[in-house]
C-alpha cells in the first residue's frame, strides 16, 4: 500500500473500471480517475466506489493539458496509467477524426504535463514517478498462420486507423523517455473479454444478440485468430509492470490463447445453451450469421508474452474456458447493466454498422 495517488484515465471504461475497482479493493492506495465519459465510459462502473474517500472521478478529456497538470499537482500524483482512447476498430474507420483527436493528441498533451511535473519532483518522487501507458498487439500489424507471435521487437505495421493512432501515441511515449528522460512503461496486450465489456465488442455483442434473439454477426469467413484475455489478468499484469517493470520498456501482455472467431462464438453459444436455454430448446448457434467483412480486416494477432513471464514473474491466471464461464455469468446477472449502456446511441451505432 502507497499512500501517495496514482491518475487513471479512462477508469470509467471496460478495462480501466476493472483496473480501478481491483486496485481500490486490494488497498493498493488512492486514485483520481479521469474520464470523458465518451459514449464507452460509463459511471455506473463504479458504482461500488460512490462515497469512497479512496476515489475521486474527474470528468475531464486527457487532452486538458490544463487540467492535467493541476490534478497531477493538486494530488501529488506518484504515478499515471493511461488507459483512455477511443478503443474500437470498426468506429475508428467511419470516424477516425476522434481517434487522432484523444489517441495521438490527448497522449501528447497528457505527456507534456507529465513533463513539466515530473521536472520539477526531486528527489525519491522523482526517482519513483512512472507513466504507464496501456496499449495494443494491434500496432503490430497482422500475422500469417505460422508467423512466430508478436514479440516487443517486432516491427510496427498498423493497419487500422484505430492501430495507426495507438502505434502513434506509442511512438511518443517512447521519445518522450529517450529524449527527455520520462520514467515510461508502454505495455502492448491483446484482445480482452471479461465484465462490463461494452457490447460493440465481439464478445459482449454475441452475448446481448444471443439472449435478445438477434444475429450473431461474423466479419468475412470467422477464420480470422484474436488471442484473448480475461480482463483481471490484464490488470494484474499492469500492476506488477508498474511495480517492477524497467523505464523505457515495453512489455507484452497475453494469455497464451489463440482462437478463431468463429471458434469463440461457438463457445459462447454451448456456454450460453447451458446457463440459458432458449425457450424452444434449440442452439444459439442457429442465429450465427455470417455478415460483409471488416475492411482491412487482421487476419490473425499473437503475443510471445515470456518477456513479462521471464523478467516479471507474470502469466495469465484464468483460462478461456474459466474466463468465458466468468463472463457469460456476468452478462446474465447484469442485465440492468446491459440496458443501461445500449440506449438511442448505442441503437443508431448498431443499425448503421450491420445494415
Ligand atoms: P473503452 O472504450 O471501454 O474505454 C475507454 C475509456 O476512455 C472510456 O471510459 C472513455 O470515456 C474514455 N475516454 C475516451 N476518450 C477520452 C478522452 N479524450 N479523455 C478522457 N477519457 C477518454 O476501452 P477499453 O477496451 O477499456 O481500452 C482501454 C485501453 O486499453 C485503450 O487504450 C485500448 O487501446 C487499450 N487496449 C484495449 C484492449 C481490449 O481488448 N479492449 C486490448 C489492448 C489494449
Ligand atoms: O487486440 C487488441 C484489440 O482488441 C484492442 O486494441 C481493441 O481496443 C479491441 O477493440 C480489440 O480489437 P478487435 O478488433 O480485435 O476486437 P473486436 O471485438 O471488435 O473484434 C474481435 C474479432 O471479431 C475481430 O476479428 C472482428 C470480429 N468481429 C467483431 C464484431 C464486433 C465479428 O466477426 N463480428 C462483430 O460483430
Sequence with gaps: MDDRMILVTGGAGFIGSNFVLEWIAQGCGPVVNVDKLTYAGNRGNLAALEGDARH????????????????LQRHRIRAIVN???????????????????????????????ARAYWGQLAGTERDAFRFLHVSTDEVYGTLEKNDPAFSETHR?????????????????????????????????????????????????????NALGGLPLPIYGDGAQVRDWLYVTDH?????????????????????????????????????????????????????????????????????????????????????FETGIAKTVRWYLDNQAWVRSVTSGAYRNWVAEQYA
Design 56 to 71: 475521486v472521478f474527474v470528468q475531464a478529456d486527457i487532452g486538458d493539458r490544463a487540467t492535467m497538470s493541476d490534478l
Design 156 to 208: 510496427y505495421l498498423p493497419n487500422s486507423p484505430y492501430s495507426a493512432t495507438k502505434a502513434a501515441s506509442d511512438h511518443l511515449v517512447r521519445a518522450y523517455h529517450h529524449t527527455y528522460g520520462l520514467p515510461v512503461l508502454t505495455t502492448n496486450c491483446s484482445n480482452n473479454y471479461g465484465p462490463r465489456h461494452f457490447p460493440e465488442k465481439l464478445i459482449p455483442l454475441v452475448i446481448h
Design 83 to 113: 488507459f483512455a482512447a477511443e478503443s474500437h476498430v470498426d468506429r475508428s474507420i467511419g470516424s477516425p477524426g476522434v481517434f487522432v483527436q484523444t489517441n495521438v493528441v490527448g497522449t501528447f498533451e497528457l505527456l507534456e504535463a
Design 235 to 319: 490488470c494484474a499484469a499492469i500492476r506488477r509492470v508498474l511495480e517492477a517493470g524497467v523505464p523505457g520498456e515495453t512489455y507484452n501482455i497475453g494469455g497464451w490463447n489463440e482462437k478463431t472467431n468463429l471458434s469463440v462464438v461457438q463457445t459462447l453459444c454451448a456456454v450460453l445453451d447451458r446457463e440459458s436455454p432458449r425457450a424452444d430448446g434449440r442452439s444459439y448457434a442457429e442465429q450465427i450469421t455470417f455478415v460483409k467483412d471488416r475492411p482491412g480486416h487482421d487476419r490473425r494477432y499473437a503475443i510471445d508474452a515470456s518477456k513479462i513471464e521471464r523478467e516479471l514473474g507474470w502469466r495469465p491466471a484464468e483460462t
